[in-house]
DNA sequence: GTAGACATATGTGTTGACAGAATAACCGAA
DNA sequence: TTCGGTTATTCTGTCAACACATATGTCTAC
């Protein structure tokens, strides 16, 4: 799993920097000052700028020359963009994945499937974070099921966390039942080694939640148009 | 069309050496030694692992900790992934032009056909180059047309650049006729602006395309193992 | 003759410092 | 008070040098 070089600095910089900006730790259009940045992570501005420029492919920040860099600012534009691009590479990914889906993978997805259906019926307390964590596992294994590993790349690595940006705070629990049926149908196809259905399960699935993800975000609309500085 | 910094030396080197792997210059498997590769172009490592880090998201080249970074070498398996996801991305692209495109964009897409259709009749001289401007151009107007701007730049910025990895010597004039022909049912799609025809006239002309160029590469096989080093 | 260990050398990772550009602050005039 | 110009400072882009890890080559022991 060590992805690529792992020890290196400007490789940690990297994924803590990601994480950063997907939890919302560098705020969205934050101008980022790269001496201060640099300070603050305690290193030196080298290992810092590449993994700069890697966020920047990575469409998490926005360079220009002799500006410095902004972390992306979310618009509902590129919500619809990144709902379009992913429903139709995991339609893809169900596709493929309903043929190459060993019963093993098929018994570890249902247990994951069934865990989701647990956490709904729990208690209250710490449920959101286990359940997105159930959904992203759920749709990190099809993906992974696809064996191509260009599209894994595609979702795992850069459409998922993209939508991460967009997580929002309050999302009842219909919502999340209606998520688990959809799953519940996914599932099926899958097991029947139905392509077509598997696809078209999952599509509907990515629309549907396109749907309670714009809605959510409209209730919610905690956007802050203040750049601020670090 | 500035993209980004376009002044910088980082910027540069990020163009040059993607149009150096992507042409043949730096062959598939090379090992790229920074302080060659810096004293070739003139510039320092500074901006050269930064072009390089890029370039790593970009997928040309992979690199691991304290051994240094290879350019890519392609394998069927990797040109069979990048044409399932480029169906289902070019499909989309298609179907969103359907119902997007506006008569000034259709009237320079037939145009573009034309030309297209001209230069197959022509004389034997230069064609090639011309013919894969044509059929770039073609697709390049359709992403456009999406106006998606997370499709744009998947198709034109990252899968496009990486089938250049494959682009073969020999293909015939036959082939060729048979592209143009499935351009036209693509074009008229779009003109009656019908999307699921658009979509699925999209999607069987690059499947058709993927049977090309695989026939192509087992018959040319031009690769070379070694893994040479500059 | 072969295997293992040591020394050399090349290369990557990192740092600090310098030059040019852009932003911000300041001052003066209308 | 406000607008324009000028100065000063901060920041980005770039470079050269240092530290450490890895690879290569040689030498010794078996």
Redesign the interface.
Known sequence: MRD?????L??QLFHSLTEAILLGELAPGTKISEPILAQRYGVSR?PL???L??L????LI?????HGARVIVPTP??L???F??RE??E??AAK?AATLMSDDELAALADGVRCHERELQGSEAGRHNALGKADEDFHFRIAQASQ????I??LCNQLYPLLRLYRSRNDNSSLRKRALTEHQRVLSALRDHDPEMAELAMKRHIASAKARRTMALQSGSDLDPETEKI
Request: avoid cysteine; charged fraction near 30%.
């Open positions: 690529a070089d792992s020890g290196t400007a490789e080298g700028r590449e993994a420029h890697r920047q492919e990575r469409r926005v360079r220009s020359a002799n534009q590129m619809a963009s990144i379009a691009v139709t590479l339609g893809l493929e191509n590993p260009l599209l790349d595609l």
